[in-house]
């Protein structure tokens, strides 16, 4: 009897020791992303989105792993390249560079699982590549003019309703020492903006036709662009030496009141309206159209500002994966961005400057994602070197076009 008992006795801690292991294991998913600080308003919605998932969701852990930008973009690379080593989920702008990772093999399709989450049509297109969805997008940036209210109202100016007038408020503005516009482009990409919305503006949605290799990237509208933008240069409009101006620079002369307008994405709207960061009234207008030129103002410049896409290695996770992007497309966990535009529907805007974003998001009928984002990466660093040779005074900025079409025809075809 007392044997029987043991053994019986003993079977029953065999079984606890195989299912009490079992039972207790959590899954892992593990998240690149960007940088992860409290109390950091850029990095408030991701800090709450995984503090909050894994409260919500007690049997899935979070290991989130924060690269930073260079870091996050460059590690991304590297590895989704060599195959291995690879994230359950990354963070992403989505775009060609996404869909390079999906043509290689290393995404999760997940158009059957994704696609009825509601959500605005631009995010969702940044996020599809050849007609898959791979992600999420919960916030969207669109590039536009922030404008020192203060500033303008003092000299009695108005906010530029063409790009002709641009010019105008910008003579006024350097004759009363102001630098006319911040830029930051000793990092490079912060002059990708305005061109964008200088060559739409000559030619319409003429990247478009050149991504295609329907139209060359020395065309006309570039060369005009690049041609304007170089005599703003050589004007002063962005101070006596641009190059040495870092982004974080050019927010500072805007917070600081030394700088009248700021041509980049809607990302610094909570900066920009923080009282912390800035005692300066700033708006936030869409970039004016030109007389006689091709592009609306409705022709907006923008892409994803915080997305979401899963690799294969997840693919025995993927009830996980699929809840933790439903939930970072949730009312809930948008309401903790302090400033960015959301794409997800019914989400209130956190400030005045934000909802002027939002506004003008909702006029676009046609958004242009950011070039470097959407062309092949084998160009990408070449078009932003190729963008600054326009801040030199002594650049043949047609030239600089004509070299970076050569490296265009290299890379993806000629123009047919």
Known sequence: MKKRAFIALMVVICCLVVVMPLTAQQLKLTVWGRDLTDGEPDHAYVTALIKDFQAKNPDITIDYVALGDPGLADKTKITMAA????????????????????????????????????????????????????GVAPFFAIAGVFVNEGIFKANGLGIPSSVDQFERVADMLKAKDIQPFACGEADKWPGLALYMYLTDRFGGDIFSQAAARKARFDNDAFVKAAQLYQRWVKKGYFGDKPLGEKYGDAQQLMATGKAAMHITGSWMCAQYSSKDFTDQQIGFYAFPAMKGGKGPVTDIMGMTDIGFAATKVAASRKDAVVRFMKYAMSGDAAAAEPGRVSSVPGVKAPSALTTMASNVFGTAKLVQFWWDQNLPPAVTTPLNDTIQTFFLPDTDVKASLTKFENLATQNMGAVK
């Open 83 to 134: 195959g291995s080593g690879l994230p359950d989920i990354f963070q992403t702008w989505g775009g060609s560079t996404m869909g390079g990772y999906a043509d290689a093999g290393r995404l999760m399709d997940l158009t059957a699982d994704l696609g009825s989450v509601p959500g605005s049509a631009a995010a969702r297109g940044a996020m599809t590549w050849k007609g898959k969805l791979y």
